[in-house]
């Protein structure tokens, strides 16, 4: 099945500090990737939807100018956390679409 | 918009139990439905995919039903084992795009 990857898989960091987050689909190009937050006993919720060469569209609540998202290309996705919290302190999964979405193993951030 | 509810939120059972997880949505004009399966800090694994036009799917173990007319789906996992012990999530799309809408999950626990 087609492979999606993200790294780094987990950080710490300081409150803030900005985090970059990659996301790359490793056997196939995505013109959509999605960006989601997953807190802890909780479900997946989207954050923005990016499509390559044009701006990320941003979900109701998440603000653009905190999470910066870009798609410079068909298979690599990037998400930064810009001077991070502790209330940004969660799980960030990506998925990469073709056909259907398919996940990354998820990216556990730690803000001190 | 739509809403995906998933019941119970959380389950435990004893090995070799045949169990059934709940999922339910509001707007039943949906492109597709997908189960997936998530270990603790991990991404998603995909388990079944039913398209909008099928009643069920089936593999090895699981069998997904959907009833789009009453806004239902239900994952059959028979003789349940310890390795299933899993959050399974499921997702609805949106139309023709690629956009997922998640239930809250279903944390199951078999013991042995």
């Known amino acids: 099945g087609a492979v999606v990857s993200q790294h780094p898989s987990w950080v710490i960091c300081k409150s803030g500090t900005s985090v970059k987050i990659e996301c790359r689909s490793l056997d196939f190009q995505a013109t959509t990737m999605f960006w989601y937050r997953q807190f802890p006993k909780q479900s997946l919720m989207l954050m923005a939807t990016?499509?390559?060469?044009?701006?990320?569209?941003?979900e109701q609540g998440v603000e653009k100018d905190k999470f910066l998202i870009n798609h410079a290309s068909l298979t690599l996705s990037t998400l930064t956390v810009t001077s991070a919290h502790p209330e940004d302190s969660s799980f960030y999964i990506c998925?990469?679409?073709?056909?259907?979405?398919?996940f990354g193993p998820g990216t556990r951030l730690t803000v001190l | 918009k739509q809403e995906v509810t998933q019941i119970p939120a959380a389950l435990s059972v004893p090995e070799g139990e045949n169990l059934v997880l709940n999922c339910s949505f509001t707007d039943s004009a949906i492109y597709n439905l997908q189960w997936f399966r998530q270990d603790p800090g991990k991404g998603l694994t995909s388990l079944l995919l039913?398209?909008?036009?099928?009643r069920e799917q089936t593999s090895g173990r699981l069998n997904a039903s959907l009833d789009k007319s009453s806004g239902r789906s239900t994952l059959y996992i028979a003789a349940s084992q310890p390795g299933d012990s899993a959050t399974y999530l499921c997702a609805v799309r949106r139309g023709a795009g690629n956009m997922l809408t998640f239930g809250g999950g279903t944390r199951l626990m078999v013991k042995p």
């Open positions: 039913i398209q909008s036009s099928q």
């Open positions: 998925s990469a679409a073709w056909v259907e979405q398919f």
């Open positions: 990016s499509n390559e060469g044009s701006k990320a569209t941003y």
